[in-house]
């Protein structure tokens, strides 16, 4: 792996104690499978979706340090040189319902970044309990989309940077609803799909409010760029396409993918995104039963050397079975 990446990010076989101990350059340590409110390191982010793959894996985030890590407000943070990453987890039983929490959370958020030296989000991860409970209007993604647009002002006229991010279900028991970030002190590149339309403009037929990200960001520095992918998933335009058919959903998404690092290839003019051994890739899959397919199609379509993990989470549209987000890195081209 390139030592130029500002973020190293891997899946690592060892302990959340063996990754945090002595290491100066550890900004974050994922576990999969545990409630996030059992974190016990600010820089220890546990992930209530169960890994479908094995052996049993972390993901570890390193940046250039000195690292300073701590906690404010209900926030817990990682901060690096050039690098933030930062995690909330809310206890549903006392915050309320799903709109509140949601806004409640980007509120600690935002107000974390406006001190903070790295004040732009470049990416935000969004795990929500039974995310597709509730009818209509009150389904809890749609709820939850509320509550972060009712936080986040964003003004279609005059469009600020949005992060890219990802929103997938953790399952109906798990009692905190997480938010994770990873910030910046200039905002990414925003990359939109020329495939699908973008996220806000989504028609109301969706939810009250849109969701608010980037299909994709690309974050630059020490020389290098790196691509934060969205979660990916089977929709053209505005709409899903191959309903029940799992494994067309996981092509689909790919495709999207391919058009992504395209179109952020147009943007930077010098550089292209690559699946390779410098980035990752994670899989969600609604139903475990579909793990060796979605497997053995993802093995068919992407290069061998790019680690991906596979975990088993509920997608924010019923119909979607599958989707995909990762971190890969960019590097020098002809243009
Ligand atoms: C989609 O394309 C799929 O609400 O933060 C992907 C990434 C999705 C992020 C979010 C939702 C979110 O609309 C869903």
């Known amino acids: 792996m390139s030592d130029r990446l500002a973020l190293r990010a891997s899946y690592e076989e060892q302990s959340v104690d063996d990754c945090l101990q002595g290491a100066e350059d550890v900004l974050a340590v994922f576990e999969f499978g545990r409630s996030p409110l059992d974190s016990r390191d600010p820089r220890h982010v546990p992930v209530a979706l169960a890994q479908l793959d094995s052996p049993p894996r972390c993901e570890v985030w390193r940046s250039d340090g000195p690292i300073k890590a701590g906690t404010w407000d209900r926030l817990r943070f990682s901060q690096g040189v050039g690098l933030t990453m930062g995690h909330i987890a809310l206890d549903l039983r006392e915050t309320g319902d799903m709109r509140s929490s949601s806004r409640l959370a980007y509120d600690i958020l935002q107000s974390y970044l406006q001190q903070s030296p790295h004040q732009w989000p ?25 509550g972060r647009a009712e936080a986040v002002l964003f003004d279609t006229a005059d ?17 905190a609803l997480q938010v994770y970030f990873l910030a910046a002190a200039l905002p990414g590149l925003d990359v939109e799909n020329p495939r699908q339309v973008s996220a806000w403009r989504y028609p109301r037929r969706y939810g009250p409010k849109s969701p608010l990200f980037s299909r994709a960001t690309i974050m630059r520095m020490n020389g290098g760029s790196q691509f934060l ?12 396409h191959h309903e029940n058919q799992v494994a067309n959903q996981l092509s689909e998404s790919l495709r999207n993918v391919h058009s992504l690092l395209d179109e952020g290839h147009r943007l930077m003019g010098d550089s292209h995104a690559r699946l390779d051994a410098d980035g ?12 060796e397919l979605i497997r053995r199609t993802l093995e068919a379509e992407t290069p061998p050397d790019i680690p991906r993990m596979y975990l088993k989470g509920d997608i924010c549209r019923e119909n979607l079975l599958t989707e995909i987000d990762g971190i890969v890195a960019c590097h020098r081209v002809v243009s």
């Open 122 to 146: 470049l990416k935000i991860w969004n795990y929500i309990p039974g995310i597709n409970q509730g009818s209509g209007d009150e389904e809890l993604y749609r709820q939850f989309c509320l």
């Open 159 to 175: 469009r600020p940077p949005l992060p890219a991010a990802t929103g997938i279900g953790t399952p109906p028991d798990e009692p």
């Open 229 to 240: 992918i969205s979660g990916t998933a089977s929709i053209l335009g505005h709409q899903t």
């Open 280 to 291: 990752l890739l994670k899989v969600y899959i609604r139903r475990p039963e579909d793990f």
